[in-house]
């Protein structure tokens, strides 16, 4: 069975730092370009940040560039997302996902695979 599992949010005060980690179970990272997206209350699900192996390249957001570090440990299959000076705006559902392809996208619908989300909220 294929499987996304991210873990490490929770609530943190603006200005501090959060470590997300996003494990695959039953698939291999290595054909597929992983990416973050998150989804705040009422708003539409964006890109946050994308790995793409095959490439050798990490896309980030421009709401992020600067503040949030994605990697990946190709022995564990789990990729990270390091995030640094968090902002209020920054709340919202943080989920990974797959796509099989090697290149990355923002566009949602091209990644097949989903984890459920991990909450991160950030206090002003």
């Known amino acids: 069975e294929v499987q996304l599992v991210e873990s490490g949010g929770g609530l943190v005060q603006a200005g501090g730092s959060l470590r997300l980690s996003c494990a695959g179970f039953g698939f291999t990272f290595d054909d597929y370009a992983i990416g973050w997206f998150r989804q705040a209350p009422g708003k539409e699900r964006e890109g946050v940040s994308c790995i793409s192996r095959s490439e050798g390249s990490t896309y980030y957001a421009n709401s992020v560039k600067g503040r949030f570090t994605m990697s990946s440990d190709n022995a564990k299959n789990t990729v990270y997302l390091q995030m640094n000076s968090l902002k209020p705006e920054d709340t919202a559902v943080y989920y990974c996902?797959?796509?099989?392809?090697?290149?990355?996208?923002?566009?949602?619908?091209?990644?097949?695979?989903w984890g459920q989300g991990t909450q991160v909220t950030v206090s002003s």
């Open positions: 996902a797959a796509r099989p392809a090697a290149y990355c996208s923002g566009y949602r619908f091209l990644y097949r695979y």
